[in-house]
Protein backbone atom coordinates (compact mmCIF):
# COMPACT_ATOMS: atom_id res chain seq x y z
CA UNK A 1 0.00 0.00 0.00
CA UNK A 2 1.37 3.46 -1.09
CA UNK A 3 2.49 5.64 2.14
CA UNK A 4 0.61 8.47 2.92
CA UNK A 5 1.14 11.82 5.07
CA UNK A 6 -0.94 13.98 6.94
CA UNK A 7 -0.19 16.97 9.14
CA UNK A 8 -0.24 16.18 12.71
CA UNK A 9 -2.72 18.46 13.91
CA UNK A 10 -5.30 20.99 12.65
CA UNK A 11 -7.85 23.41 14.27
CA UNK A 12 -11.59 24.58 12.73
CA UNK A 13 -13.65 27.23 13.90
CA UNK A 14 -17.55 25.47 14.33
CA UNK A 15 -19.53 26.02 11.28
CA UNK A 16 -16.68 26.38 9.11
CA UNK A 17 -15.31 24.11 6.50
CA UNK A 18 -12.72 21.90 7.65
CA UNK A 19 -10.16 21.09 4.77
CA UNK A 20 -8.01 17.77 5.61
CA UNK A 21 -5.02 17.37 3.28
CA UNK A 22 -3.82 13.77 2.42
CA UNK A 23 -0.81 13.28 0.09
CA UNK A 24 -0.04 9.73 -1.19
CA UNK A 25 2.52 10.67 -4.24
CA UNK A 26 2.98 7.00 -4.68
CA UNK A 27 -0.88 5.86 -5.62
CA UNK A 28 -0.79 3.33 -8.02
CA UNK A 29 -3.66 3.00 -10.22
CA UNK A 30 -5.68 0.51 -9.00
CA UNK A 31 -5.20 2.09 -4.78
CA UNK A 32 -8.18 3.23 -3.24
CA UNK A 33 -8.06 6.45 -1.38
CA UNK A 34 -10.21 5.79 2.37
CA UNK A 35 -11.01 8.02 5.06
CA UNK A 36 -11.47 7.25 8.78
CA UNK A 37 -12.07 9.56 11.65
CA UNK A 38 -11.39 7.96 15.63
CA UNK A 39 -13.37 10.13 17.93
CA UNK A 40 -11.43 9.63 21.31
CA UNK A 41 -11.61 6.33 23.15
CA UNK A 42 -13.85 5.02 20.17
CA UNK A 43 -13.16 2.32 17.28
CA UNK A 44 -12.37 4.16 13.83
CA UNK A 45 -15.37 5.43 11.95
CA UNK A 46 -15.59 5.44 8.25
CA UNK A 47 -16.22 8.16 6.12
CA UNK A 48 -15.63 7.77 2.47
CA UNK A 49 -13.54 6.70 -0.41
CA UNK A 50 -12.31 6.88 -3.94
CA UNK A 51 -10.89 5.82 -6.79
CA UNK A 52 -10.09 8.97 -9.10
CA UNK A 53 -13.78 11.11 -8.94
CA UNK A 54 -14.65 13.13 -6.56
CA UNK A 55 -17.57 11.51 -4.12
CA UNK A 56 -19.69 12.68 -1.82
CA UNK A 57 -21.99 11.16 0.74
CA UNK A 58 -24.01 12.99 3.99
CA UNK A 59 -20.77 12.53 5.91
CA UNK A 60 -17.95 14.60 3.74
CA UNK A 61 -16.52 15.59 0.44
CA UNK A 62 -13.29 13.56 -0.63
CA UNK A 63 -11.59 15.91 -3.52
CA UNK A 64 -8.98 13.70 -5.45
CA UNK A 65 -6.32 15.68 -7.87
CA UNK A 66 -6.23 14.86 -11.00
CA UNK A 67 -2.80 13.39 -11.07
CA UNK A 68 -4.62 11.01 -8.05
CA UNK A 69 -1.28 12.25 -5.66
CA UNK A 70 -3.28 13.80 -3.05
CA UNK A 71 -6.38 14.42 -1.68
CA UNK A 72 -9.09 16.71 0.74
CA UNK A 73 -11.43 15.71 3.23
CA UNK A 74 -13.83 18.47 3.46
CA UNK A 75 -16.29 18.60 6.13
CA UNK A 76 -18.70 21.32 4.91
CA UNK A 77 -19.85 22.97 8.51
CA UNK A 78 -17.71 21.10 10.83
CA UNK A 79 -19.16 20.64 14.77
CA UNK A 80 -17.32 20.33 17.91
CA UNK A 81 -18.51 16.72 17.52
CA UNK A 82 -16.02 16.43 14.59
CA UNK A 83 -12.92 16.58 16.99
CA UNK A 84 -11.02 13.47 15.84
CA UNK A 85 -7.87 11.96 14.38
CA UNK A 86 -8.61 11.53 10.76
CA UNK A 87 -6.94 8.68 8.80
CA UNK A 88 -5.89 8.92 5.18
CA UNK A 89 -5.51 5.71 3.82
CA UNK A 90 -4.56 4.11 0.43
CA UNK A 91 -4.51 0.41 -0.46
CA UNK A 92 -5.37 -1.83 -3.38
CA UNK A 93 -9.35 -1.93 -2.82
CA UNK A 94 -11.65 -3.05 -2.53
CA UNK A 95 -10.33 -5.19 0.84
CA UNK A 96 -10.70 -2.92 3.36
CA UNK A 97 -10.54 -5.49 6.09
CA UNK A 98 -6.49 -5.28 5.94
CA UNK A 99 -6.14 -1.76 6.14
CA UNK A 100 -2.70 -0.08 7.53
CA UNK A 101 -3.47 3.43 8.91
CA UNK A 102 -0.84 6.02 9.62
CA UNK A 103 -0.95 8.61 12.56
CA UNK A 104 -3.64 10.54 10.91
CA UNK A 105 -4.85 14.37 11.73
CA UNK A 106 -5.93 15.77 14.86
CA UNK A 107 -8.78 17.60 14.06
CA UNK A 108 -9.59 19.97 16.82
CA UNK A 109 -12.94 22.36 16.31
CA UNK A 110 -13.57 25.14 18.18
CA UNK A 111 -16.60 27.42 19.06
CA UNK B 1 -29.43 -3.86 15.07
CA UNK B 2 -26.24 -3.89 17.26
CA UNK B 3 -22.96 -3.17 15.61
CA UNK B 4 -19.62 -5.10 16.30
CA UNK B 5 -18.98 -5.94 19.96
CA UNK B 6 -16.45 -6.57 21.55
CA UNK B 7 -15.36 -8.41 25.31
CA UNK B 8 -13.93 -7.48 27.37
CA UNK B 9 -14.00 -3.75 27.89
CA UNK B 10 -10.52 -3.77 29.45
CA UNK B 11 -8.16 -5.89 30.65
CA UNK B 12 -5.00 -6.25 33.20
CA UNK B 13 -2.29 -9.01 32.56
CA UNK B 14 1.33 -9.54 33.99
CA UNK B 15 4.21 -10.43 31.33
CA UNK B 16 4.00 -14.00 30.65
CA UNK B 17 0.73 -14.69 30.58
CA UNK B 18 -1.87 -15.15 27.54
CA UNK B 19 -4.97 -13.43 26.83
CA UNK B 20 -7.84 -13.95 24.90
CA UNK B 21 -10.23 -11.30 23.41
CA UNK B 22 -14.01 -11.65 21.38
CA UNK B 23 -15.37 -10.15 18.75
CA UNK B 24 -18.62 -10.49 18.13
CA UNK B 25 -19.69 -9.12 14.08
CA UNK B 26 -22.33 -7.42 12.68
CA UNK B 27 -25.10 -9.80 11.79
CA UNK B 28 -24.37 -10.91 8.66
CA UNK B 29 -21.11 -10.14 8.85
CA UNK B 30 -18.92 -13.03 7.26
CA UNK B 31 -15.60 -11.18 7.99
CA UNK B 32 -13.64 -10.25 10.85
CA UNK B 33 -10.13 -8.38 10.81
CA UNK B 34 -7.99 -7.07 14.36
CA UNK B 35 -6.21 -4.62 14.79
CA UNK B 36 -3.47 -3.35 17.29
CA UNK B 37 -3.39 0.63 18.28
CA UNK B 38 -0.83 1.66 20.66
CA UNK B 39 -1.49 4.53 22.37
CA UNK B 40 -0.68 7.69 20.03
CA UNK B 41 -0.88 6.18 17.09
CA UNK B 42 -3.22 4.57 14.15
CA UNK B 43 -4.94 1.26 14.07
CA UNK B 44 -2.02 -1.91 12.65
CA UNK B 45 -3.57 -4.84 10.83
CA UNK B 46 -3.03 -8.60 12.68
CA UNK B 47 -5.39 -10.24 10.92
CA UNK B 48 -7.72 -10.94 8.42
CA UNK B 49 -10.26 -14.02 8.60
CA UNK B 50 -13.23 -14.96 5.90
CA UNK B 51 -15.65 -18.07 5.73
CA UNK B 52 -13.48 -19.51 9.12
CA UNK B 53 -10.23 -19.20 7.20
CA UNK B 54 -7.02 -16.91 7.49
CA UNK B 55 -7.09 -14.64 4.45
CA UNK B 56 -4.21 -11.76 5.66
CA UNK B 57 -1.81 -11.31 8.42
CA UNK B 58 0.35 -8.37 9.24
CA UNK B 59 3.57 -8.31 10.49
CA UNK B 60 2.88 -9.75 13.84
CA UNK B 61 5.05 -12.01 15.95
CA UNK B 62 3.80 -16.05 16.08
CA UNK B 63 2.67 -14.85 19.93
CA UNK B 64 -0.44 -13.63 18.63
CA UNK B 65 -3.15 -16.09 16.35
CA UNK B 66 -7.17 -15.87 15.85
CA UNK B 67 -9.40 -17.85 14.42
CA UNK B 68 -13.23 -17.39 13.79
CA UNK B 69 -15.98 -19.48 14.63
CA UNK B 70 -19.00 -20.63 12.45
CA UNK B 71 -21.26 -18.57 13.70
CA UNK B 72 -18.50 -15.69 12.27
CA UNK B 73 -17.13 -14.95 15.83
CA UNK B 74 -13.34 -14.58 16.25
CA UNK B 75 -11.07 -15.12 19.03
CA UNK B 76 -7.83 -12.86 19.12
CA UNK B 77 -4.95 -14.91 21.42
CA UNK B 78 -2.00 -13.15 22.41
CA UNK B 79 0.96 -15.58 24.35
CA UNK B 80 3.53 -15.05 26.01
CA UNK B 81 2.42 -11.33 26.97
CA UNK B 82 5.12 -8.26 26.96
CA UNK B 83 5.32 -4.76 28.14
CA UNK B 84 5.12 -3.81 24.86
CA UNK B 85 1.50 -5.44 24.03
CA UNK B 86 -0.30 -3.09 25.92
CA UNK B 87 -2.76 -1.17 23.46
CA UNK B 88 -6.41 -1.04 22.23
CA UNK B 89 -7.23 -4.32 20.22
CA UNK B 90 -9.76 -3.51 17.32
CA UNK B 91 -12.08 -5.66 15.30
CA UNK B 92 -13.73 -4.38 12.21
CA UNK B 93 -16.54 -6.76 10.36
CA UNK B 94 -17.43 -6.20 6.70
CA UNK B 95 -20.25 -8.22 5.16
CA UNK B 96 -17.62 -10.02 2.64
CA UNK B 97 -13.54 -10.13 2.31
CA UNK B 98 -13.43 -7.80 -1.01
CA UNK B 99 -15.66 -5.29 0.27
CA UNK B 100 -14.79 -1.42 0.50
CA UNK B 101 -16.07 -0.48 3.67
CA UNK B 102 -15.25 -1.54 7.42
CA UNK B 103 -17.20 -1.34 10.65
CA UNK B 104 -15.39 -1.22 13.77
CA UNK B 105 -16.26 -2.25 17.76
CA UNK B 106 -14.99 -0.17 20.22
CA UNK B 107 -12.09 -2.24 20.84
CA UNK B 108 -10.30 -4.11 24.28
CA UNK B 109 -8.02 -1.81 26.16
CA UNK B 110 -5.24 -4.35 27.25
CA UNK B 111 -2.88 -3.41 29.69
CA UNK B 112 0.13 -5.39 30.54
CA UNK B 113 2.03 -5.14 33.86
Known amino acids: DAKTTQPTSMDCAEGRAANLPCNHS???????VYWYRQIHSQGPQYIIH???NNETNEMASLIITEDRKSSTLILPHATLRDTAVYYCIVRVGPNAGKSTFGDGTTLTVKP | DAGVTQSPTHLIKTRGQHVTLRCSPI?????VSWYQQVLGQGPQFIFQ???????GRGNFPDRFSARQFPNYSSELNVNALLLGDSALYLC????????????FGPGTRLLVL
Open chain 2, 49 to 55: YYEKEER
Open chain 1, 50 to 52: GLK
Open chain 2, 27 to 31: SGHKS
Open chain 1, 26 to 32: TISGNEY
Open chain 2, 92 to 103: ASSLVRDQETQY
